[in-house]
């Protein structure tokens, strides 16, 4: 999570002020898109008007708007893997939905990549006086929302259109859709509200076992790393975490805090919590490895549809190897 300071100072400087410390200054704004602002709701509703023209590859069913920007899918088995997956990102947090200390008064948010909008119904409903937009590539949102809750289909990496600013924004998970980090930081720094937050959720690939249990030629590795050669390919860094602090900085946000998680893939941790992230990590990858692969292998590392099956069912049979402890630095 980062803070967006508006004192005039040098980009790399930071404060003694605790983490903890800040709190948001609320624009009286209650929405993101004024009565004026026309051009950019014609904009997203031209987008949404093209967005369902479904592109349909490998079995699995892809986003229409921007065809490509994105190399996962939009089915009904990968929404309900996004789910899953919102699941286990509260249970990293002890059951919250962020970690920045934004106020129960906070005014405008944002959650980019929202997919099936699971986290910004959520938050819309803790704190019914936000005003909170979900952004995604794909309309695959529920149609009744909290009313203070509203889905726009846009593409994160393309100019923003809005002209009211947030409180706070939300990204997570846009990895393998992401072609240009330090862009998307300036476009979330132009858009925050002068003492707001902005908190990023990632993944790196590849993977790795946590006690060297799996060796260099394990086919999950093997697949993980495909996986980081084919969206290195399509012009996206799956490494790209190591570098979000020093982007960060670079633009002007302070009070950056880092964190350092893993999902375990599989019960092999000890404790009850860490086993019952493992075994909800083991069901996601049932029908995540399919997901986050197929396009990938496919479209830029020119695999047929044979051999990412095989590749596919060896990843899946070492990942239910239970003397290998296998995990996704986050």
Same mark, same amino acid.
């Given at each position: 999570? $980062? ?16 983490? /903890? ?37 490998? +079995? ?65 409903? =803790? ?22 809750? #509203? ?7 393309? %100019? ?59 086919? /999950?590795?093997?697949? $993980? %790393? ?19 602090? +020093? ?30 992230? +493992? ?6 990858? =049932?029908? +995540? ?16 549809? =044979?051999?990412? =099956?095989?590749?596919?069912? #060896? ?16």
């Amino acid at each position: 999570m $980062s803070h967006h300071d508006a004192a005039d100072r040098p980009p790399n400087s930071s404060s003694d002020e605790s983490l /903890l410390g800040r709190h948001l200054e609320i624009d009286d704004c209650d929405s993101a898109l004024g009565d004026d602002d026309r051009d950019a709701e014609s904009a997203f509703t031209s987008a949404a008007s093209r967005a369902t023209d479904w592109r349909f590859e490998n +079995g699995r069913r892809y986003h229409a708007y921007d065809d490509g920007a994105y190399n996962l899918p939009n089915d009904e088995l990968e929404q309900d893997r996004l789910d899953l997956q919102h699941t286990m990102w509260r249970m990293i947090h002890s059951g919250a939905l962020h970690m920045s200390p934004v106020p129960d008064t906070v005014g405008s948010v944002l959650d980019v990549g929202c997919g099936t909008g699971v986290w910004t119904i959520q938050f819309a409903e =803790e704190h019914p006086n936000a005003h909170v937009i979900g952004t995604d590539l794909s309309p695959v949102q529920p149609h009744f929302v909290p009313p203070n809750c #509203e889905f726009l289909v846009d593409n994160a990496e393309r %100019e923003w259109a809005f002209t009211r600013r947030f409180d706070f924004i939300h990204a997570r998970m846009l990895c393998m859709g992401m072609h240009d980090w330090p862009r998307f930081f300036r476009q979330c720094w132009d858009n925050l509200n002068p003492g707001g937050w902005l908190e990023l959720r990632e993944i790196t690939f590849p993977w790795g076992s946590a006690d060297g249990t799996a060796v260099a030629d394990s086919p /999950l590795l093997d697949w $993980s %790393e495909k996986v980081r050669l084919g969206a290195a390919k399509a012009g996206i860094d799956t490494t790209a975490c190591a570098s979000f602090e +020093g982007h960060l900085q670079s633009i002007g946000f302070v009070h950056i805090r880092k964190e350092t998680p893993s999902w375990p893939l599989g019960p092999w941790p000890r404790g009850s919590r860490e086993k019952k992230m +493992g075994a909800y990590a083991l069901e996601n990858l =049932e029908s +995540g490895l399919h997901a986050v692969s197929s396009a990938v292998f496919s479209r830029y590392l020119d695999m047929s549809t =044979e051999s990412i =099956e095989l590749s596919l069912m #060896e990843a899946r049979k070492d990942l239910h190897d239970p003397t290998k402890h296998f995990y996704a630095p986050l």
